[in-house]
């Protein structure tokens, strides 16, 4: 008996916390979630809603990326600066270029392979770009950033909207791992019920059964989640994860690893073309992939390859390497699969959160948890409410009663 009432405390306990969780951040969370939910397929929204800049036409013979660079070179009297390569038949690429001088990044520009067309660039506001635009400051600021207004004197708009954004996912995951044990039920021989929706019930019992079902389905990807999303909201979350994970370095090393000379390597003009770079990529990354080249300023420094896996079940974790643009040297390798477990992890931090781990396969399961996160606290405030109500109608049947004997 004592066991069981130390229990029943503790159940009520953890209700209890599940609850305010729940109702505090419930409206941040829903608009966090559901803006979550669209931008998953952020790439794939924006490349199907203007598919002239990412789709092309196979015709003929692709022209070599040396004989693209040139061209466009020549044309906007710019440098290349960096290369997005992809192999697909169907599938444009992009040159981001700037001129001597220019701050920022550039301007990137879509291309066709076979033409040489440049068929737009990353200046063209499309109207799908602004939309996705809205969900992601919706997602990670609450829109705050788009407020021109300070609304505190003490930070700016952008860190308000992110500083809330974390307490809201911090609580949403205090509820979700709350949930597991309420899911529990009170006698053990009746855990199935907890797996499945009773749909010919009453649709109070149905919205109970969908927010207790569909959480235990999502747990996992709820909490990593949720684990991942404080990562962007707070500096010591994020240090702690790196920490964690075995990915943190001090600032002074990274300012000193910034700052180390390069080896010298080759006088201007004797850089192999980029074709020849990712062949010799190639050697070392003998995979289906797309590449991104970073070419440097300063012709005395390395170049800069990353290589994505391509396909349904893609690893997410690039490649990276620097080699010698003279001699195509390898001079430093960074490949995913040669770091330990714990760096893995630590280093996918973006991908746990946005479903990227394994391509369309875990992107598909991310955008389903999404959908059941934003449902969460809806079906909960409606069992709240329920509750509430069932507590108050004894009382109310009672009065009658009562009026009754004194008549």
Request: with cysteine; hydrophobic share 40%; net charge positive.
């Amino acid at each position: 008996m004592k066991n069981s009432t130390l229990w029943e405390k503790f159940r009520h306990v953890i209700n209890e916390i599940h609850l305010y969780a729940g109702l505090i951040s419930g409206i941040i969370v829903v608009a966090v979630c559901l803006s979550g939910t669209i931008y998953v397929y952020n790439s794939e929204i924006r490349e199907s809603a203007s598919p002239e800049l990412y789709q092309v036409e196979e015709t003929g013979t692709r022209m070599s990326a040396e004989t693209l660079k040139e061209k466009l070179e020549s044309e906007y009297q710019s440098n290349v600066v960096a290369v997005n390569w992809n192999n697909d038949p169907d599938q444009s690429v992009q040159f981001t270029l700037k001129q001597e001088g220019e701050k920022g990044r550039g301007t990137t520009y879509f291309v066709n392979p076979y033409t040489g067309e440049v068929l737009g660039d990353s200046g063209i506001k499309t109207s799908a770009a602004e939309f996705m635009g809205y969900m992601f400051s919706l997602h990670r600021w609450l829109m705050l950033d788009r407020i021109e207004t300070p609304m505190l004197e003490s930070m700016s708009n952008r860190d308000l909207g992110r500083l809330i954004n974390g307490i809201a996912t911090l609580l949403f995951t205090l509820g979700v791992l709350t949930g597991i044990v309420i899911w529990f039920p009170k006698k053990v021989k009746n855990w199935r019920q907890g797996l499945k929706v009773k749909w010919n019930a009453n649709w109070k019992r149905v919205n109970h059964d969908l927010h207790n079902t569909l959480a235990f389905y999502s747990l996992i990807f709820l909490l990593l989640m949720g684990a991942t999303g404080p990562f962007w909201s707070f500096g010591w979350y994020r240090e702690g994860w790196q920490k964690t994970w075995d990915t943190y370095q001090e600032p002074g090393q990274r300012n000193e690893q910034e700052g180390k000379p390069e080896q010298a390597m080759i006088p201007d003009g004797e850089f192999k073309t980029l074709d020849e770079m990712m062949a010799a990529t190639d050697k070392t990354l003998a995979y289906e992939g797309i590449y991104r080249i970073s070419l440097p300023e300063n012709q005395a420094e390395p170049v800069s390859i990353s290589k994505y896996r391509t396909g349904f079940f893609a690893r997410s974790g690039s490649d990276q390497l620097k080699i010698n643009g003279a001699t195509l040297e390898v001079l430093e390798a960074n490949l995913f699969s040669d770091l330990p477990f714990r760096q893995q992890v630590g280093r996918s931090v973006k991908s746990l959160h946005t479903g990227e781990i394994f391509g369309q396969f875990t992107k598909f399961i991310w955008f389903l948890a999404c959908l059941v996160a934003t449902s969460l606290p809806i079906t909960g405030t409606l069992i709240w409410l329920n509750k509430k109500k069932k507590k108050k109608s004894p009382n109310r049947n009672r009065i009658p009663k009562k009026k009754m004997e004194v008549a």
